[in-house]
């Protein structure tokens, strides 16, 4: 059984940590050196983690034995996924699906009606298996280096 908890400012340090190891060893499975470079530019500092975290999206994050973050994901009111990252040490070992569905349960208690995020292929692989579909591909470039994501969506309600 993992533990999951609400975000809390303390947690921000080691999310970019995570956020740094999980780029740079799980994307580098599926993403070239420059695209896990450029990727890995994007990582927010700890004042800006817990200033997004804070911004009225609700963020769970799995913690070990000593309360230290493993994994987080968010969720923002209009159903948007931000983040979803985990330790590669633990990554594999369902402790992200417990994290997930607690996120899903937490959008329900809300009312959102839809759950959307722009999946990197690992998420992408993760979040099909949580009933997400693939709207479409998504490519781009981030200074200059052509990367790719996909529109993923999960409908919680019918539409009203
Ligand atoms: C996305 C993420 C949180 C999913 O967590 P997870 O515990 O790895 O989830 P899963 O076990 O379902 O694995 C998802 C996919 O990642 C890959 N993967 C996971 N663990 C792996 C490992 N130890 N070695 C190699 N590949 C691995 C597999 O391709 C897997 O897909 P499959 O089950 O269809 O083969 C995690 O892979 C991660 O942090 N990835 C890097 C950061 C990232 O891409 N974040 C999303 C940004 S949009």
Redesign the pocket.
Known sequence: MTNIRPFRDSDAPVMVEIFRR??NE??S??YGPEQVAVWASLQPTPERFAELMKDGRCCLVAVDHDDQVV?FTDVEKDGHIG????L?D????????ELYDALEAEAKTQNIGKLY???????K??LL?KGFSVVERRDFEVAGVPIH?YAVEKRLRKPS
């Open positions: 999980a780029v799980l994307g499975l599926a994994a983040f979803l990252y985990a590669p633990i990554a594999g070992r369902g402790i992200v699906s995020s722009e999946a990197s292929e690992q998420a692989s993760f298996k994501n």
